[in-house]
């Protein structure tokens, strides 16, 4: 339980440098949904979507790799110099030519009319890349408070400015102020999201200079070997990226109904927001678990440490999918009426996400033995699941094929890493305890779904009672739980 507490301890305070500033700029969600149609905010989600390519291949494994041989080396400081001047040279290459080319890349993506975005967006996730590792050294330290205050400043500087553009700009033009066209052009529209987070990453990457000022040594045998063990991780992690964004980067190119196409991205883009908490609690989680594996390998009581972790974490995202699910009449708030019609997906992808928490996990096996090359047949199987069935179901269900895709992909990632990780490295997941919590949530959900009372008021009472017979079953179940609790 001493382990278990420092892994949620840390979590704890990576998820308060996501979970808070990812809520506050998700409160933004209402604001993008009320000022721009889905046609215009699908502009946004396909954007980002390839934004989520680029920085896979733009960090390129190196903060496993760069986790992975601060441990083997000891802490030998070339390991910090020379993944970051790896990375620093192939982000200002990247940035450089994106500049250069940013017309015919913005014509082949459909939006030759504003280059400027390719120009914003190369800039984002170039100066994103080079600050992987600082953060990665943070982690590796232990010093999740500065993690989280830098990562805190850059979500508000976000959330400050886009009210700025969004908000008190157009009700000051419209009460008759005029002000100057450097500082606010009606005409850049959500160009405005962009630039806010471009001031926030260069913000960010002047904060991280003090980590950054040190002797910079580059030892090219060292960087071949990282390079090794991370390239796999390259692979896999663009592979991973089809399984995650491949639905909306494709989305208008599949959609039999080319008028509606991006009317379509913008609603499944906008309900994928209402997944957020466990998006961001597989985030956090992974900032903490990465570092804290890698440290407990050699530990004797290793795996049966990883099942524990395993059980909590399931523990933790079932409750996290009930919560949504029971109050998803007050969740679909935070999107506009407009695009509630895509609230269909939300279980879906919910329980798609929990699937790919699972598979974080499951993946320490390979991670550990060095044999990161299954990661990458792995993440391989998973693309070409959300290919075949993203290029099957769009044209017939639109979006929901997308979330139908997205579920299915993860869930058999999953099985297929626990089958693998039995062969290479068998951990005694309690599976009998993992499947009754799956049933007993299941259970739940089915109840509020059947159960439909026009009263609000009583509706969520009823849900929060399924809730807390949740966290019940829990507290019966799991007697640490309960002796923990009885001497507080």
């Given at each position: 339980?001493?382990?278990?507490?420092?892994?949620?301890?840390?979590?704890?305070?990576?998820?308060?440098?996501?979970?808070?500033?990812?809520?506050?700029?998700?409160?933004?969600?209402?604001?993008?949904?009320?000022?721009?149609?889905?046609?215009?905010?699908?502009?946004?989600?396909?954007?980002?979507?390839?934004?989520?390519?680029?920085?896979?291949?733009?960090?390129?494994?190196?903060?496993?790799?760069?986790?992975?041989?601060?441990?083997?080396?000891?802490?030998?400081?070339?390991?910090?110099?020379?993944?970051?001047?790896?990375?620093?040279?192939?982000?200002?290459?990247?940035?450089?030519?994106?500049?250069?080319?940013?017309?015919?890349?913005?014509?082949?993506?459909?939006?030759?009319?504003?280059?400027?975005?390719?120009?914003?967006?190369?800039?984002?996730?170039?100066?994103?890349?080079?600050?992987?590792?600082?953060?990665?050294?943070?982690?590796?330290?232990?010093?999740?408070?500065?993690?989280?205050?830098?990562?805190?400043?850059?979500?508000?500087?976000?959330?400050?400015?886009?009210?700025?553009?969004?908000?008190?700009?157009?009700?000051?033009?419209?009460?008759?102020?005029?002000?100057?066209?450097?500082?606010?052009?009606?005409?850049?529209?959500?160009?405005?999201?962009?630039?806010?987070?471009?001031?926030?990453?260069?913000?960010?990457?002047?904060?991280?200079?003090?980590?950054?000022?040190?002797?910079?040594?580059?030892?090219a045998k060292l960087w071949k070997k990282i390079m090794v063990y991370s390239l796999p991780l390259l692979v896999a992690g663009l592979a991973g990226?089809?399984?995650?964004?491949?639905?909306?980067?494709?989305?208008?190119?599949?959609?039999?109904?080319?008028?509606?196409?991006?009317?379509?991205?913008?609603?499944?883009?906008?309900?994928?927001?209402?997944?957020?908490?466990?998006?961001?609690?597989?985030?956090?989680?992974?900032?903490?678990?990465?570092?804290?594996?890698?440290?407990?390998?050699?530990?004797?009581?290793?795996?049966?440490?990883?099942?524990?972790?395993?059980?909590?974490?399931?523990?933790?995202?079932?409750?996290?999918?009930?919560?949504?699910?029971?109050?998803?009449?007050?969740?679909?708030?935070?999107?506009?009426?407009?695009?509630?019609?895509?609230?269909?997906?939300?279980?879906?992808?919910?329980?798609?996400?929990?699937?790919?928490?699972?598979?974080?996990?499951?993946?320490?096996?390979?991670?550990?033995?060095?044999?990161?090359?299954?990661?990458?047949?792995?993440?391989?199987?998973?693309?070409?699941?959300?290919?075949?069935?993203?290029?099957?179901?769009?044209?017939?269900?639109?979006y929901m094929g997308a979330a139908w895709a997205t579920l299915i992909c993860y869930f058999s990632i999953m099985v297929a890493s626990f089958l693998?990780?039995?062969?290479?490295?068998?951990?005694?997941?309690?599976?009998?305890?993992?499947?009754?919590?799956?049933?007993?949530?299941?259970?739940?959900?089915?109840?509020?779904?059947?159960?439909?009372?026009?009263?609000?008021?009583?509706?969520?009472?009823?849900?929060?009672?399924?809730?807390?017979?949740?966290?019940?079953?829990?507290?019966?179940?799991?007697?640490?739980?309960?002796?923990?609790?009885?001497?507080?």
């Open positions: 339980m001493g382990k278990l507490k420092q892994l949620a301890g840390q979590t704890a305070i990576y998820g308060l440098s996501s979970i808070v500033p990812r809520l506050l700029n998700y409160l933004l969600v209402p604001l993008y949904t009320s000022v721009y149609p889905p046609s215009e905010y699908g502009k946004v989600t396909e954007l980002y979507a390839y934004l989520s390519f680029l920085s896979i291949i733009l960090t390129y494994g190196m903060e496993t790799g760069f986790f992975k041989f601060w441990q083997s080396e000891k802490g030998n400081p070339k390991v910090y110099t020379t993944t970051l001047i790896s990375l620093f040279i192939s982000s200002i290459t990247f940035i450089v030519f994106s500049v250069i080319f940013a017309n015919p890349t913005a014509a082949s993506l459909g939006y030759e009319n504003n280059p400027e975005y390719i120009i914003w967006l190369s800039l984002i996730i170039g100066l994103e890349a080079i600050t992987a590792i600082p953060f990665a050294l943070l982690r590796q330290q232990n010093r999740p408070v500065r993690f989280a205050a830098l990562k805190f400043i850059n979500i508000a500087i976000q959330v400050v400015l886009n009210l700025f553009f969004i908000l008190l700009c157009p009700y000051l033009t419209n009460k008759g102020y005029q002000l100057p066209t450097w500082l606010f052009n009606p005409s850049i529209g959500i160009g405005y999201i962009f630039i806010s987070n471009l001031v926030a990453i260069v913000v960010t990457v002047l904060m991280l200079i003090p980590t950054m000022y040190v002797k910079w040594v580059f030892d990226m089809v399984n995650e964004t491949f639905d909306r980067v494709m989305l208008k190119r599949l959609i039999v109904d080319s008028s509606s196409a991006m009317e379509q991205l913008g609603i499944y883009g906008a309900n994928y927001k209402l997944a957020v908490l466990m998006t961001l609690f597989i985030q956090t989680f992974r900032f903490a678990a990465e570092p804290f594996f890698f440290s407990q390998a050699n530990e004797k009581n290793a795996k049966e440490l990883y099942a524990e972790v395993m059980k909590y974490f399931i523990i933790f995202g079932l409750f996290i999918f009930l919560g949504v699910m029971l109050y998803l009449d007050i969740v679909k708030g935070y999107i506009g009426k407009d695009y509630h019609s895509g609230l269909k997906v939300v279980p879906i992808l919910l329980l798609a996400n929990l699937f790919l928490g699972i598979f974080f996990n499951l993946s320490i096996w390979y991670k550990l033995n060095n044999k990161t090359i299954w990661g990458v047949y792995l993440a391989l199987f998973g693309a070409t699941i959300t290919i075949v069935l993203n290029l099957w179901l769009i044209p017939i269900i639109g693998l990780g039995n062969q290479f490295y068998k951990v005694n997941y309690p599976l009998t305890r993992i499947g009754l919590y799956f049933l007993v949530a299941s259970v739940i959900f089915i109840i509020s779904q059947i159960i439909k009372i026009d009263s609000r008021f009583i509706s969520l009472s009823i849900n929060t009672i399924l809730l807390l017979s949740y966290v019940g079953f829990v507290y019966f179940m799991e007697p640490s739980l309960k002796q923990k609790f009885n001497k507080r």
